[in-house]
């Protein structure tokens, strides 16, 4: 059984401060990685997608990836009002059949404080 | 939400009634996906398409069938409405499928009766 595990929050954290969403997952064979953000009533938007171990950066944000501890996180730098979401992390386990769905996690609700 | 339309955007429906989801897509990506979002459970997939008339069965498949005749059409079928089936229903696309991103529409949310 594949299974992502995130804290479901609330997150707080103040405005212009480091958020830091963290994402576990089960599945050792698990190839790709991705953030979405959603915002309420609205659909998943990607943020990020990583696939390999280490850092990637994009604007603000900076996902981190360690196949070993079986671990990604999403580090938001700078924190605005309108990163107020929840954010969802997803895998895919690559079967070679090439039309694997997402797995995700049940969503970090994450608030910014003015 | 570029290039992915759902329709019918809301529904209300009861139990026992038929019903059908259309997802379209504008990006000729060959892959598509059909996931419904439920509180506590997050986002699960429900079945996909690897091409025309190519699909396969998801995580939460019973009392659902789909089909795509076309390569932009994606349609979901709940033969039979229950109240389980309640839910937020979101299509994705993927160009190349596998290891790829994979893109939502803006979703239909369903209230069976």
């Known amino acids: 059984q594949k299974e992502v595990e995130q804290n479901s929050g609330p997150l707080s954290v103040p405005e212009g401060a480091i958020a830091s969403l963290n994402c576990t997952y089960s599945?050792?064979?698990?190839?790709?990685f991705f953030w979405y953000r959603q915002y309420s009533g609205k659909s998943p938007e990607l943020i990020m997608s990583?696939?390999?171990?280490g850092d990637k950066e994009d604007g603000r944000f900076t996902a981190q990836l360690n196949k070993a501890s079986q671990y990604v996180s999403l580090l938001i730098r700078d924190s605005q009002p309108s990163d107020s979401a929840t954010y969802l992390c997803?895998?895919?386990?690559?079967?070679?059949?090439?039309?694997?769905?997402?797995?995700f996690g049940k969503g970090t609700h994450l608030i910014i404080q003015p | 939400d570029a290039g992915i339309t759902q329709s019918p955007r809301h529904k209300v429906t009861e139990t026992g009634t038929p019903v059908t989801l259309r997802c379209h897509q504008t990006?000729?990506?060959?892959?598509m996906y059909w996931y419904r979002q439920d509180p506590g459970h997050g986002l699960r997939l429900i079945h996909y398409?690897?091409?025309?008339?190519?699909?396969d069965k998801g995580e939460v498949s019973d009392g659902y069938s789909v089909s795509r005749s076309k390569t932009e059409d994606f349609l979901l079928t709940l033969e039979s409405a229950t109240s389980s089936q309640t839910s937020v229903y979101f299509c994705?696309?993927?160009?190349?499928?596998?290891?790829?991103?994979?893109?939502f529409g803006p979703g239909t949310r369903l209230l069976v009766l």
């Open positions: 990583i696939y390999s171990n």
């Open positions: 599945d050792r064979g698990s190839q790709s």
């Open positions: 990006e000729n990506h060959r892959y």
């Open positions: 994705a696309i993927s160009e190349r499928g596998g290891m790829e991103t994979q893109y």
């Open positions: 997803a895998v895919i386990l690559y079967s070679g059949g090439g039309a694997d769905g997402l797995t």
């Open positions: 398409s690897y091409g025309v008339k190519d699909t």
